[in-house]
Structure formats: C-alpha cells, structure tokens
C-alpha cells in the first residue's frame, strides 16, 4: 500500500515539474516579446534615422548613377516536338553572352548585345496540358494519378517542359537603346533557322496536304454517290478515291452522310493545323519592354532595406555576444 502511494506520489511530482518547466518556457517567450517591443521603442529614432538615410541615399544613387533594368516578355508555342532544342538554344545563347563569345558580323547587332544581361524561359504550367499530354500518348492512367504522380518540385523543370503548351520568355537589358524591341524578334528568327526542323516542318506540311486534298476528293466521291442514289442511277466506284468502311457492308445514305461528316471534320482539322504550325513555334503575346519592377534593382528600395539589416544584425550580434558571456560566467 505504500508502495502504491509512493508512486502516485511520484508521479504527481513529475507532472507537477513538467508544468512547471512548460510555465517558465511561455513567461521567458513573452519576456522576449516584451523586450523586443521596448528595444524598438527605445531605438525608434534611430531605425527611423536609418530607413530615412536609406532612402536618401538610394535617391541620390540613382540621380548621380542612373542605372534602370527593362525587360520584355514573350509567350510562345512550340511544334514539331522543338521545346528542349529552344530551351538548348536560350541555355547556349546565354553562354555566349556571358563569355562575350560573339562575331562581329553576326545576326545580332553588338550594341544590344551590350546591353542584353539574360534571356530566360519556362513554361507555363497549367495541369490542363499535363493531362492533354498523357491522352496524346493514349495512356491508360486516370487523371487523378497522372497529377498524384508528378513530382511538385520539378513540374517546372527540364523533366516535364515537353508536356506544358505555352513557354515564357523574358529578355533582360541593363539599358534602353534604339531598337531593343526588335532583338527579341531577331532572336526568335534564329531560332527559326533551324536546318532540321524547317525538313520535318516541309514534310509535315506535304502530309497535311496531301491528307487535305485525299479526303476533299472522298466527299465529293460521297456527294456525288448520294446524288445518284437520289436519282436511281447505277453507281460506279472510282478506283481513284478511298473506299470508307467495311467492303462487306452495303452503303446507306445515313451511313456516307456520318462518313463525309468525319472527313469534313477531319478536313478543317487539317487546315486548322496547316494554318497554326507555319512556324516552328507560334508567338501567343508579345509584351512591351518595361522597366524591372525587381526588388534587387530598384536601389531606393533596396538601400534601405540593407541598411535596416545591417542596423538590427549587429544589436543582435551584440545581444547573442552578452548572453555567450553571461553563459560562460556561470560557475
């Protein structure tokens, strides 16, 4: 029996010292809060002195020493399966451009290049064209796996770039010159360029054409079928034109007039596609050149912010310096 009393004795004592240890942790948080609170209040002067000298300074560097970013957004939509070889190009143009590693007669005029400090691009990440993807490549997983399935920190990345439609592309410049806007067209003219994509471009086109103008005939084929089972005259089958469906079934009129509705379909399709892969990718926006709006080149912003840091750092520094020297006193 005193056992038991013991033990429930002990272990009212533990708890107790567990609540203790709990009070004490929340009374030197708030002591915390309430110091830093009159730290701020003692000190309000001179954070106000600083965030003040900050701005002023910032002013005065960009009277003196004018330095203004622009930049220009363009959205593009790539074909023929080019989206690694622009990514490739941006990556490889940006090499150059930091090596200086440019001919004097080529494409690009040396003063912009002077003033060119990037180009950029990433996709535009719509889950939409994910699904849209894996349906192209008849994929038997449902929507909610093919989502569940993705990496979330790489959707933006080299892995997934071929399956998102849309590209942005931005072009960075450290200083506005006489007709920056068409470098970002230059750029995409060389991009153009491409040997091997302007032969897959050429082939692609024939095919269309020639899907086009096969299933053109095969309406006028059915057009003319139909008439002359209206009149109740034979029919001849043309060798020329593609025989729909099975040989063995008998031809209604219901049946050719669904057949010429597909090929229609089919048709505007073709043209539809004909008209929008003229180009190795098609330009969905193109933005005007505006000024940065980046926190790291607006100096009158950053000036302050800098030295507000460096103010508060070394108050903190000099606190953590007083509480290692209490520590260390402590017999």
Do not use: W
Request: net charge neutral; with cysteine.
């Amino acid at each position: 029996m005193s056992d038991t009393k013991k033990m429930i004795n002990s272990e009212e004592i533990d708890l107790g010292q567990l609540l203790k240890l709990i009070s004490t942790f929340f009374k030197k948080i708030l002591i915390a809060f309430f110091d830093l609170i009159n730290f701020f209040k003692k000190k309000f002067f001179m954070l106000a002195a600083v965030v003040i000298i900050g701005i002023a300074g910032g002013f005065v560097l960009e009277y003196f020493f004018p330095k203004q970013n622009y930049v220009q957004e363009i959205i593009i939509e790539p074909n023929y399966d080019s989206t690694v070889y622009i990514y490739d190009f941006v990556k490889q143009f940006n090499q150059r451009l930091e090596y200086d590693n440019f001919n004097k007669n080529e494409f690009f005029e040396q003063r912009i290049l002077k003033e060119l400090s990037k180009i950029t691009i990433e996709p535009v990440v719509d889950y939409g064209d994910i699904l849209n993807f894996y349906k192209s490549m008849e994929s038997p997983s449902l929507p909610h796996d093919i989502i569940s399935s993705l990496e979330p920190d790489l959707v933006g990345s080299q892995k997934y770039i071929n399956q998102f439609r849309f590209h942005k592309m931005h072009f960075y410049f450290d200083e506005k010159v006489m007709n920056i806007e068409g470098f970002s067209s230059s750029f995409l003219e060389k991009i153009e360029s491409n040997n091997y994509f302007i032969k897959r471009k050429k082939i692609a086109y024939q095919k269309l054409n020639m899907n086009i103008k096969e299933n053109e005939k095969s309406v006028l084929f059915i057009n003319d079928y139909i008439a002359k089972i209206s009149e109740n005259k034979s029919v001849n089958l043309s060798s020329e034109v593609v025989v729909l469906g099975n040989e063995n079934e008998i031809p209604t009129v219901a049946s050719l007039i669904r057949e010429k509705n597909d090929l229609l379909r089919e048709i505007a399709d073709d043209k539809e596609e004909l008209q929008m892969h003229q180009m190795l990718f098609n330009i969905v926006k193109t933005g005007n050149l505006m000024e940065d709006k980046n926190l790291l080149n607006n100096r009158k912003k950053l000036l302050p912010l800098v030295l507000l840091g460096c103010f508060l750092g070394f108050y903190l520094l000099r606190f953590l310096y007083s509480k290692s020297q209490a520590f260390v006193a402590i017999p």
